[in-house]
């Protein structure tokens, strides 16, 4: 339904107006021909009109004051995202300002700049991966909440898990699905579950074993990623299952946050727990909308 502004509302009353008067007065003079009756038609039409044109006008009014609540809900949900986001990244920038500025200034001092390449060069790495994820954020955050792709979910998640033993050769990554699961899910489900088992790699170290299982039933989808590392730290712990204000508060874990945010739109839910493999199992939960088994 378009937008209901003052212009268009006014349109509608006047075009019912116009139709209502024509048709009715057409009907009465075709079936009322006594002009007593008539008149008595007449005076209860134009009750009938003052009652009907009024439950229109409020009907729409409604239906207008309703897409502006919504639209506000939404402009402040999509604000508190990107004040989250802008504080996170804040913080991350300025410790990694923090780290390049004094290696810069140990290399000057000791006169030796190898030591310190590796580091800065880590730093400014993660500096285009803030970059990335920031530009991520302008599309997860204008999503929608029913926003959804139909796609096979056990392909997708198989082809990820491929790229990435291809880039980590010495980790071992099994997945454990269905050979096909073809459903509804959050546009932004990829990314998730990339940044999901990233993250298990990472942390577990360059031999990491990490085990990537995808449930379903007919009314949830689940991707769980699990690893033999040492656990998450707090800092991305935080940006999991803390409130808003720990995250804004202790959160390094941007991508996790980011994960976090596709979920809880998609009405779902990011849960962390022990893994069976002695470091950490992070899940990610999401309702079905195809109702699919």
């Not at 170290?205 to 039933?217: F, M, N, Y």
């Not at 998450?232 to 390094?252: C, F, K, N, Y």
């Amino acid at each position: 339904m378009p937008e209901l502004t003052p212009r268009r509302i006014a349109g509608v009353y006047l075009t019912f107006g116009v139709l209502w008067i024509l048709f009715s007065d057409m009907v009465v003079y075709a079936f009322v021909s006594d002009p007593e009756t008539r008149f008595r038609v007449e005076a209860a039409k134009g009750g009938l009109f003052v009652v009907v044109s009024g439950a229109l006008v409020y009907w729409l009014s409604a239906r207008a004051q309703q897409r502006q609540r919504e639209t506000a809900e939404r402009l402040r949900q999509q604000t508190r995202e990107l004040s989250i986001f802008h504080r996170i990244v804040r913080h991350n920038l300025r410790n990694i300002a923090t780290v390049i500025g004094g290696r810069t200034e140990a290399a000057r001092e000791a006169g030796e700049v190898e030591p310190h390449l590796t580091v800065v060069e880590r730093k400014a790495d993660r500096l285009a991966t803030l970059a990335e994820k920031a530009s991520l954020l302008r599309g997860i955050s204008a999503q929608s909440a029913g926003q959804r792709v139909e796609q096979d979910l056990a392909k997708a998640i198989a082809e990820i898990c491929s790229q990435y033993q291809s880039a980590y050769p010495d980790a071992s990554i099994e997945f454990d699905s269905p050979e096909h699961m073809t459903t509804l899910v959050p546009a932004r489900m990829g990314f998730a579950v990339s940044e999901l088992l990233e993250n298990a790699i990472v942390h577990g170290g360059p031999d990491a074993t990490v085990v990537v299982s995808l449930r379903a039933d007919s009314e949830t989808v689940k991707v769980t990623v699990e690893d033999d590392g040492p656990g998450l730290p707090d800092g991305e712990r935080t940006a999991v299952e803390g409130d808003v204000e720990d995250v804004l508060t202790h959160s390094e874990g941007v991508g996790l946050w980011l994960v976090r945010l596709v979920v809880e739109k998609a009405d779902g839910q990011l849960s962390v727990a022990s893994s069976s493999l002695g470091g950490v199992a992070v899940t990610l939960s999401v309702p079905r909308a195809d109702g699919g088994s």
